[in-house]
């Protein structure tokens, strides 16, 4: 390991959203999509993992 942590701007991005969505206590729901196996976030609604190709996606609803 080199110490240096690479994130997805889209991850980040979405975590961003959604931290925001619950500390502001906005009225919509946010949405996140992500692989059960390795934890990539999805933006689309895929119907396998662009990372690993695992088939088990699972949705979250955060209000």
Known sequence: MNGQKQTK????????E????VLFR???VTVIEE???CGTTIETSC???PTCGCDDIVTYRIR
């Open 18 to 21: 959604t931290v925001k969505s």
């Open 35 to 37: 692989c059960r196996r």
């Open 9 to 16: 701007p889209t991850t980040s991005s979405t975590v961003r």
């Open 47 to 49: 119907s396998d993992c």
């Open 26 to 28: 906005s009225d919509s």
